[in-house]
């Protein structure tokens, strides 16, 4: 799907999540928000990440979840499984990760304020993401 930012956007977000087949698409892409899907695979994760400058919202709307966070990926503070419909807010400069714990495919969407990804991104695969230079943020 191609990113609509910043241009007035709606969007059933439960049925974009759900049909979303890459690793991370950007769906939308404004001056101080963003939003993307994601679709995990079983044993999989987001990678992890240390945002300094913006928080982040996460919904899971399919699947079960670890979130991990802590001042640095070697001391983990917060550690907490969640599943369909249930959001983790993360704070900037807190190391995170989300890992996939269930069967199937975990769907959810994040939100960032301020954007995190090019304007556009998507990563069909989490290798794509890895390999791309402009992701910054993993660790």
Known sequence: MADQGPNPY???IEKATLENPHFRDTLWTGKYLQMTVMTIQPGGEVGGEI??????????EEGRAR????????????DEEIG???????PAGKYHNILNIG????????????P?????TTHPTH????NDPQETDLV
């Open 10 to 12: 709606v969007v059933d």
């Open 51 to 60: 945002h300094d400058d913006h928080d982040q919202f996460i919904r899971v």
């Open 67 to 78: 979130v991990v966070m802590g001042p640095a990926k070697d001391d983990i503070t917060f």
């Open 84 to 90: 369909d419909d249930w959001v983790a807010l993360i």
């Open 103 to 114: 069967a199937g495919e975990l769907k959810l969407y994040s939100l960032y304020a301020p």
């Open 116 to 120: 995190e990804h090019e304007h556009g």
């Open 127 to 130: 290798e794509d993401a890895v």
